[in-house]
Nanobody, 120 residues
Framework: QVQLVESGGGLVQAGGSLRLSCAASGRIFMINGMGWYRQAPGKQRELVAT???????NYADSVKGRFTISRDNSKNTVNLQMNSLKPEDTAVYYC??????????????WGQGTLVTVSS
């Protein structure tokens, strides 16, 4: 069973930076798309950024120019560099991955979430 483990959340002042990391572990056949989502208190979970296995990226308009997603296919890791953080970026951030199993089934994987708090 493949699991996603996140790290890097915490408390930062507005204008500061944080880097989130996520690693997939277990018996991995193939990981396709990976990404980050977030959920603020009282709000629905929303997409932050995604990256394909080929390196194509997609960002929410609210984070374009401030956040950068990257991945290492050889290590099955995905990172999110967050700069110029704003209080409205405060949320629990979730790592997401699409796993292709050896049986050619697609599974959606989610991390446990890591809290990012941006103080004003």
């Amino acid at each position: 069973q493949v699991q996603l483990v996140e790290s890097g959340g915490g408390l930062v002042q507005a204008g500061g930076s944080l880097r989130l990391s996520c690693a997939a572990s277990g018996r991995i056949f193939m990981i396709n798309g990976m990404g980050w989502y977030r959920q603020a208190p009282g709000k629905q979970r929303e997409l932050v950024a995604t990256i394909t296995s080929g390196g194509s990226t997609n960002y929410a308009d609210s984070v374009k120019g401030r956040f950068t997603i990257s991945r290492d296919n050889s290590k099955n890791t995905v990172n999110l560099q967050m700069n110029s953080l704003k209080p409205e970026d405060t949320a629990v951030y979730y790592c997401h991955a699409e796993e292709l199993t050896i049986l050619h089934e697609y599974l959606e994987l989610w991390g446990q979430g890591t809290l990012v708090t941006v103080s004003s």
